[in-house]
């Protein structure tokens, strides 16, 4: 015997238009309807998937849900290939599941879609719609997002390089470094720097990424007398003579074919590009050095841009 009659499914079905404002529709409902094989040709699941769409459910299509709809529907003998659109219009209405499908993303969530073979723009795809949480932004996590597959733009979502605490680098010190204007991500940028370097002195910088690193030496730098800025961050993924570099301070500047290295006339500064950084990773490197007997406050700028193809 039919727990519902025919007169009572046409009654539900067409009444669905008119429900009222957040009245939805029940599992039991559609499974009551489903399991019963005299109405399955005259109420095939597309009408349950047009209701479904239309006003939505008042469950969760957890498994268990979506089970007994699917065996509902094999009960009531209807054409298997259609209980997928069914439980698909089921899944996409979920609150819940809707809730918890664009909630943000965990490392583990964003390693996962790796793990199912999603492509590199799928997956920042993914994340640019659901942002991250709790995803620490570090050289760790940008290491563990390229070795799983990630794209420079993945990886400068979550863990924004300009914006990532530099690590520490044996023998130096960190300084502080200005900005003069937001990085935009072009390809070409300038650093200067202002300093003191006491008699016959020394001194040798490292910009990496949005850090400046100056080597330790007998006399530390004050930072009360340290000035440097800079425009943008320095390429970290690069290869050596992928720039044109250069460099200029308070001396006369020859003119120098281009190169990994510019060096002023007299001048006691070079720079160059290589393997410099934290970790051997690609950086920009600075010398100074001056055997004049006095101290002198140095003032020198460098800038690159990448070299034509």
């Not at 008119?18 to 599992?27: C, D, Y």
């Not at 040798?204 to 800079?230: D, I, M, Q």
């Not at 160059?272 to 600075?286: H, L, V």
Request: net charge neutral; proline share 9%.
């Amino acid at each position: 015997m039919s727990r519902l009659s025919r007169a009572g499914i046409s009654i539900l079905l067409l009444s669905i238009p008119v429900m009222s404002q957040g009245e939805r529709i029940t599992l039991d409902r559609i499974v009551e309807s489903l399991s019963e094989p005299e109405f399955a040709k005259e109420f095939p699941i597309s009408l349950w998937t047009s209701a479904v769409l239309t006003k939505g459910i008042a469950f969760t299509a957890g498994s268990d849900e979506l089970g007994r709809i699917t065996k509902a529907a094999i009960a009531g003998k209807h054409p298997p290939e259609q209980i997928p659109s069914l439980l698909l219009a089921c899944l996409r209405v979920c609150e819940k599941c809707r809730s918890e499908a664009l909630a943000p993303m965990t490392f583990e969530d964003v390693k996962a879609l790796f793990s199912w073979g999603f492509s590199p723009a799928g997956v920042h795809k993914e994340v640019l719609a659901r942002g991250g949480v709790d995803i620490p932004n570090n050289e760790s996590t940008a290491r563990a997002l390229r070795e799983a597959g990630g794209s420079d733009e993945l990886v400068n979502s979550l863990a924004p390089s300009d914006s990532r605490p530099p690590p520490p680098m044996d023998g130096y010190q960190i300084m502080r470094l200005g900005r003069v204007q937001p990085f935009g991500g072009e390809p070409e940028g300038s650093l200067h720097l202002e300093f003191d370097l006491p008699v016959k002195g020394k001194r040798e910088f490292v910009f990496w990424n949005n850090a400046l690193y100056v080597k330790s030496g007998p006399a530390a730098l004050p930072e009360s007398t340290f000035r440097a800025h800079c425009n943008n961050i320095a390429p970290t993924n690069e290869k050596a003579g992928s720039f044109s570099i250069a460099i200029s301070s308070d001396w006369p500047e020859t003119k120098e074919p281009k190169g990994l290295t510019r060096k002023p006339k007299g001048a006691p500064v070079e720079a160059g590009y290589g393997p410099f950084g934290p970790n051997g990773q690609m950086a920009f490197r600075i010398l100074v050095a001056d055997d004049k007997a006095t101290a002198k406050r140095h003032w020198v700028s460098l800038s690159w841009k990448p070299t034509a193809p």
